[in-house]
């Protein structure tokens, strides 16, 4: 099937340096550095980043993360719930907007 | 019967030879034994298909066949596995023969099949000879551990578990020791076995006040029962090449057939328990424990197949 989105290019990700392999090189080196072992564990920081995957709709990441979750020893009432916060957030970051709609109106109207 | 592999993955033997690799054995210093495969559960993993319908186990003849084997040669661990090893009638004749001659005795467990009338006496031999219990514990969570062993199983574990922590198996310094075994629920692979254990540690501490000594963490088998699913849930060849791209040479070196043998409920030899699951024998040959007159012998080829895969990928199987 014809998409934008195709699950074999998961894989190839690191084939995005061919044409700018330093700043690929800078990239992934701070990506592995972020998910390694720090005061958050391995595990935290994958929940974290299946959370965010959600939040910027990124179908590669959910697929990878949710492995990676699984793998790290969560379990998937832990994954919806760090879904939950993502979705609470991404509702609650566009109602609080609402001020502003309501700040503006207040002022355009009688 | 061996497994078919996807096209997409190379035959385990090939991908030895490609990278002039072999898989011989070194000494035999651990001898595993299956007393059969009735078991009270029938877990989705199970690369035996062990289970409540499940006739075959080992008979009294066999069972004394091993003691035997077991005086006759010095072996540092002894390993007895099922199905439910309690369920068979003989095991208590079984490990109270394989004790005391300084080998280290372990029984793998469900926990479930530890638990009911009758299996005092084996607990109790359990204490006395200071046997290691092998648990199996897959998850901290209670729905994720029931798809994989069944409705009602969690809970009757914890419970187990409290019973044998209860009795100093776990505590420091009791010499008792329970060690856990979690095996994934589905089709992917385990990774960083010692931050798993910190967690489960913390976690059945903090909810359940159970200790243990070690947790270990393997992939499951593409054998059996846990095969069967792969292929029906479409996950067989992800699955597959998963534990193929996984593959750590390092892991071959340490992996559990090059020192083991093992003997099967109907006293069969077998390089490990997974050759056992599909039939194939001790260095490829069919050879009964009564024929066995020495061990076999260092540069011995082992018998592979694909599941073996799953032994060498990350850090291996032990
Ligand atoms: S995995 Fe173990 S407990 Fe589960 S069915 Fe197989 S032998 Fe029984």
Known sequence: MESYYQPEDLPKFAEIGQEAPELAKKFFDYYNAVFAEGELSEREKSLIALAVAH?????????AYTQTCLEKGSNKAEMTEAIHVATAIRGGASLVHGLQMRNTAQKLSF | MTSKLPQMVEPFSQSLKSRGLSLTRLKSTVLQINVGLLCNLACRHCHLEAGPARQEIMSADTVSQVVELSKRFSFGV???????????????????GLSGRGARVML????????????????????????V?????????????ESQRGKGIFLKSIEVLQRLNGLGYGKTGSGLELNLVSNPAGAFIPNNQSQLEDRF???????????????????????????????????????????????????????MCRSLISVGWDGYLYDCDFNQAIGLGLGGQQIHISELEELPVPGLEIAVSDHCYACTAGSGFT
């Not at chain 1, 939040?55 to 697929?63: E, K, L, N, S, T």
């Not at chain 2, 793998?108 to 046997?131: F, H």
């Open chain 2, 201 to 255: 540690r913390q976690i059945l501490m903090n909810k359940w006040g159970i200790e243990f000594n070690q947790l270990f963490s393997f992939a499951n088998v593409p054998l059996g029962r846990f095969k069967k699913w792969l292929v029906a849930s479409g996950n067989y060849v992800s699955y597959m090449e998963k534990l193929a791209h996984s593959q750590n040479p390092c892991a071959l070196d340490g992996v």
């Open chain 2, 78 to 96: 002894i390993d007895v596995t099922g199905g439910a090893p309690e369920m068979n009638p003989h095991i208590l004749d079984l490990l109270g």
């Open chain 2, 133 to 145: 219990i092998v648990a199996s514990f897959p998850a901290l969570n209670e729905t994720q551990a």
């Open chain 1, 55 to 63: 939040a910027v709709q990124c179908p590669y990441c959910i697929d």
């Open chain 2, 108 to 131: 793998r467990s469900n926990l479930t099949a530890m638990d009911g009338p009758g299996r005092e006496q084996l607990i109790d031999l359990c204490l006395d000879k200071k046997v």
